[in-house]
């Protein structure tokens, strides 16, 4: 259905299409199919992968339907269409997250100031929201402008929904070009969002420095009232800073987080603590620290009511999304639900914020002084006592851990008082507790991991929200011309296959060799959780800026938008090409000049799946960690052998290129040793000037030689010309290249895909 | 035993749900036999091999014996290069683990050695999950080639996988087996 003049006009009034800052591009709020020949064009050059999970479809009542081979289901659907649409119903259930927790947050900030209230990032930001401008066309300017973003997402998932039907939708070509618009929306909300909690509570923003907080479970003061907060939403734990403010409490009383509503806590107030990521949540929860346990929305582990219960801690839940069962009490005077509470232990949902913020911290200071005996770890002797039924040969709990762990020799030797391999079991634990479930003897093995775990501080930067202007026109012309070997974002999960800290040795390794490195959510607390020999942290030792060789913690899951909106910065600010309603130039841009790649080391959420599909879409690829190819699906080129066409800008003639770059948009590796070459890899880009691709070379041959050994045995993909072998292997790769034949190809400085493809962007557009 | 079929690994994460489940190669003998019909059989080494002790070897050396009784090439995943190279053998591929599935899946690509598609391909030490999801790849899209998972957690996604051997001295055993037994074919 195309769009009919009555949708454009109506279009032109949300964006206020007579605004002057840009002439509006052509595809204003892109509806289903306004971008599916750009979508296609990329799954041409990069094929779907899938893994299916399951031979079969149980959707609907025709079903089961057994897919396997070229057998269909019962509807039609074969089995790569299936799983396209599972791809396209988990990006909208990560969509919908963060869409659902952005129009909370605008709606609970537009009661609070109206919906008049200004955007504005500081001075260091004046393309306030780059993704919303490129997407929609919109200039938001208030709070009401970002709820225009959120309408947008919810109209068009309604449609896309839909296409999950049964009967629906029956290409998988399809289905990704919706999941991919599935991928956009959510970075829309992620920028909505994020602009309206740093305008609306004053998060940083414009400042690089921002302070170093505590992470760590050992960082609380288990001796004060202790409050952690769970979830993504932090409008309830930012009304308890503010409670406590008020009463002059701050000081009195503990306040700590899991997952992100810690990160945008301590981004309301550096005095507040980050206990550590989602897979800390059971572990944390189980040790009975906390007095109350509050829980908002998002990856928020769903027996946390009886983990509180049998720690004889408070327990209020605030999202309507996380109801528990529970009975909503904020029609309730806060005498009322104390007294059932602390009375009945009884847990309450509160959807009024300042209510329970109130109810959350008079529980606190009242249980704080009847718990103390509560609060205490397991010890060693406690430890290998409960473990004593152990022999470590009935293997139900390695048979049962979904990171493939090797739990019963650790219980076995904490059982004889060595808690050595329980702690390196406890560093690559994901805290699913399925271990425990099996356990035929009923060892309780998350609290045995009590005795094991170290419990240091570690220092972490709070998020510094959006990238400035200012270091966009710094480091835009080395990005571009490939001087600065490539912009990493760590985002996501910590459903982490390895070590917990591995994320940061990839960080400091990407660092070192002068990539931009930046990080996001369970990913950002993971990585600092690795000190040097000095007791230093990433975060204290280099340089919170967007400039080679720094690092930077942009916040929590909702903060991703500002690394893809410093890639549309970069083609909109450092190559002036307008972005307003542009979305094919500005992808296009990305894809063939900004040297970007997303990683998710340790997937797991719909959330990061979304997040993902989005970057890929916007032309950035993604790297993720092994539980990623439990997404079941990956986009891949054929190498070498793939379609490597792209016009050239200045001569408007088809070149093919020959060269891979970026060679694959979404893939899975299985080491961390493997991940750092293909991030690595994944930053060359086409763009990339003879200099620019050297500097890349030299980090892709010595992370090579460093992990795997030897060269690379695909250089010939990626060296153009003799100038480009970087000086010290200058001799050994010109022997390896004189042996596989390699000729010299072409370097383009303006290469577009615009123009491959039927598109209403003319090549012109692509040039400045 | 030899119409046992696996839909029970030894993780649970990898349990099937489907139709489809691979034929449980318990003998050796049989395992041999799998591979000498071969004729233009790949052995992909996940990262495990390099780290994962059978008695007082690793798992790479009876990996490399299997490829070196018939030539197989092989396709060093991961990081595994490093120690193939300490041990003096170079790989045939050095692809990761889901770019060689993703390349295998291809009829019309030429193998590691160029000699047209691999009609049978092994696998050992690819941690379990990423392997199961890969061996689901090659089953549901790879109809021309046969999968052979050589892991004692046992695969149902492969067409052919080994039984659960949770003793290491019996998992030894299997795999010498498999060594003699190829020597002597
Ligand atoms: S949606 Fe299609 S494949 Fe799935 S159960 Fe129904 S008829 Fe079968
Ligand atoms: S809680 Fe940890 S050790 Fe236990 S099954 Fe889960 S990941 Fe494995
Ligand atoms: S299931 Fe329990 S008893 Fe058995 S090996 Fe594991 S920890 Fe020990």
Redesign the pocket.
């Known amino acids: 259905m195309s769009k009919g003049k009555l949708r454009e006009e109506e279009i032109r009034r949300i964006i206020r299409a007579d605004d002057e800052w840009e002439p509006v591009g052509p595809t204003p709020m892109p509806s289903l199919t306004d971008l599916r020949n750009w979508d296609f064009r990329l799954l041409d050059t990069y094929e779907p992968f899938y893994a299916p999970f399951c031979d079969?479809?149980?959707?609907?009542?025709?079903?089961?339907?057994d897919?396997t081979g070229d057998k269909?289901?019962?509807?039609?659907?074969d089995i790569a269409a299936?799983q396209a649409r599972w791809i396209l119903i988990c990006s909208l259930m990560g969509t919908a997250a963060h869409g659902a927790h952005g129009r909370h947050m605008i709606e609970h900030l537009i009661e609070k100031y109206g919906e008049d209230f200004k955007i504005d990032l500081g001075s260091q930001v004046n393309v306030e929201a780059p993704i919303i401008r490129t997407v929609m066309g919109l200039k938001p300017e208030n709070l009401g402008d970002l709820r225009k973003a959120i309408e947008y997402v919810e109209r068009e998932m309604i449609h896309l929904v839909s296409a999950t039907h049964?009967?629906q939708e029956g290409s998988y070509r399809d289905f990704e070009s919706k999941a991919f618009h599935a991928g956009m929306l959510d970075h829309v909300a992620l920028e909505a969002a994020d602009i309206a909690q740093i305008v609306g509570y004053g998060l940083p923003t414009s400042i690089a420095d921002t302070a170093l907080v505590d992470l760590g479970w050992g960082a609380i003061d288990v001796k004060k009232p202790t409050i952690v907060v769970v979830g993504h939403n932090a409008v309830t734990a930012n009304a308890i800073v503010d409670y406590l403010r008020q009463h002059d409490l701050y000081d009195k009383v503990e306040v700590a987080g899991l997952c992100c509503t810690a990160l945008d806590m301590t981004r309301y107030d550096s005095g507040a603590k980050v206990i550590g990521p989602l897979s800390r949540q059971r572990f944390f929860l189980k040790a009975g620290l906390a007095d109350v346990v509050v829980t908002d929305e998002q990856c928020v582990v769903t027996d946390i009511p009886q983990m509180a219960s049998e720690a004889g801690a408070a327990m209020v839940a605030c999202s309507d999304k996380i109801c528990y069962g529970l009975e909503e009490a904020s029609a309730k005077t806060a005498d009322e639900i104390l007294q059932d509470m602390l009375e009945n232990q009884k847990q309450f949902l509160i959807l009024d914020s300042e209510k329970a913020a109130e109810v959350i911290v008079r529980a606190a200071l009242a249980l704080a002084p009847v718990r103390q005996e509560r609060k205490k770890i397991m010890t060693q002797e406690e430890a290998a006592l409960v473990s004593a039924k152990c022999r470590g040969t009935c293997e139900a709990c390695n048979r049962a851990c979904p990171n493939l762990l090797p739990i019963n020799v650790a219980i076995n030797q904490a059982r004889q008082g060595d808690f050595a391999k329980l702690g390196s079991v406890f560093l690559r634990c994901i805290g699913c507790a399925k271990c425990e479930e099996a356990c035929v003897n009923d060892i309780p093995i998350q609290k045995v991991m009590q005795a094991a775990a170290a419990s240091d501080t570690y220092k972490i930067r709070a998020g510094r929200g959006p990238i400035h202007d200012v270091e966009i026109r710094k480091v835009g012309s080395p990005i571009v011309l490939g001087t600065i070997p490539g912009v990493v974002l760590f985002a996501g999960c910590s459903n982490f296959p390895g070590d917990i800290d591995d994320v940061a040795w990839l960080a400091e390794e990407l660092a070192r060799r002068k990539y931009i490195v930046t990080l996001s959510g369970c990913a950002a607390m993971a990585a600092s959780m690795r000190k040097d020999e000095d007791g230093k942290t990433i975060y204290e030792k280099y340089i919170p800026e967007f400039d080679a060789g720094c690092i930077v913690n942009v916040g929590s899951c909702v903060s991703n938008a500002h690394v893809v909106g410093a890639a549309i910065k970069i083609a909109n600010i450092f190559a002036t090409l307008p972005n307003r309603a542009n979305f094919e130039l500005m992808a296009d841009y990305i894809l063939n000049r900004v040297g970007a790649c997303g990683v998710v080391w340790g997937p797991y959420s719909q959330k990061a799946l979304s997040i993902g599909t989005g970057a890929v879409r916007w032309g950035i690829p993604v790297v993720l960690g092994p539980h990623g190819s439990k997404y079941r699906r990956l986009f891949m080129s054929k190498k070498e052998a793939g379609d490597w066409n792209v016009i050239d800008g200045r001569t408007k003639q088809v070149v093919n290129t020959e060269e891979p770059t970026p060679e694959h948009m979404m893939l899975v590796t299985e080491t961390k040793e493997r991940a750092l070459v293909t991030i690595i890899k994944q930053c060359f880009r086409r763009n990339d000037t003879p200099p620019g691709r050297a500097i890349k070379l030299n980090s892709y041959i010595s992370a090579y030689k460093q992990v795997i050994g030897g060269l690379p045995d695909d250089l010939q993909n990626f060296v153009r010309t003799e100038k480009e072998i970087p000086i010290v292997y200058k001799r050994e790769v010109i022997a390896y290249l004189k042996e596989v034949g390699w000729k010299p190809k072409t370097v383009l400085s303006l290469p577009t895909i615009i123009g491959t493809y039927e598109t209403k962007v003319p090549i012109e557009a692509t040039i400045k | 035993m030899a119409s046992e079929l696996m839909t029970m690994p030894y993780y649970k994460v990898n349990i099937l749900t489907g139709t489809k489940a691979a034929k449980v190669v318990s003998e050796p003998a049989e395992a041999a036999s799998i591979i000498d019909k071969a004729t233009n059989p790949l052995y992909v080494f996940g990262a495990e091999v390099i780290d994962s002790p059978v008695g007082d070897k690793l798992l790479i050396d009876f990996a490399l014996d299997i490829a070196k009784s018939r030539n197989i090439p092989i396709c060093a995943t991961a990081h595994v290069k490093k120690k193939m190279m300490e041990l003096g053998v170079l790989p045939d591929s050095t692809y990761d683990i889901i770019e060689i599935v993703h390349f295998l899946k291809d009829k019309n690509w030429m193998g590691v050695r160029g000699k047209g598609f691999h009609d049978l391909v092994l696998f050992t030490g690819v941690r379990c999950d990423l392997a199961e999801r890969g061996l689901s790849t090659l089953k549901h899209f790879a109809p021309h080639l046969k999968t052979f998972a050589i892991c004692r957690r046992s695969h149902p996604n492969a067409d052919f996988a080994v039984p659960i051997i949770t003793k290491t001295e019996k998992w030894r055993g299997y795999l010498e087996g498999v060594i003699g037994e190829l020597g002597t074919a």
Do not use: E, N, S, Y
Not at chain 1, 72 to 77: E, R, S
């Open positions: 079969l479809c149980c959707l609907c009542t025709f079903g089961k339907c897919l269909k289901g019962a509807c039609g659907i299936q049964m009967g």
